[in-house]
């Protein structure tokens, strides 16, 4: 995931398609960096408020990879064996 977002450039093209709604815009500045993320979670004050802040993170790269889906910016491989 970490390789499509920052080193693909997967972010950027999410933030910047016409018909990207402005709550993922600024979910994508969430996520723009490993090191962003990373820092934003680590400053919170406290364990709850971190616990809270990871939660953020995780939703925002969900809603972010369905997103780019929807687009039709990624896709996914089925690994199952059926």
């Known amino acids: ?3 499509a977002f920052w080193e693909k450039g997967l ?5 910047s398609h016409a018909l990207t709604p ?3 815009k600024e979910a994508c500045g969430l996520v723009r960096s490993y090191e962003w993320a990373e820092h934003y979670v680590l400053e919170a004050p406290d ?3 971190a616990w809270s802040r ?4 995780l939703t925002a790269t969900n809603n972010l990879l369905a997103w780019a889906s929807e687009l ?3 896709y996914s ?3 199952s064996a059926d």
């Open 54 to 57: 990871s939660l953020e993170v």
């Open 1 to 3: 995931m970490g390789r």
């Open 11 to 15: 972010i950027e093209r999410v933030e």
């Open 72 to 74: 039709g910016l990624i």
């Open 77 to 79: 491989r089925s690994t």
């Open 47 to 49: 364990l709850h408020e």
């Open 22 to 24: 402005h709550r993922l």
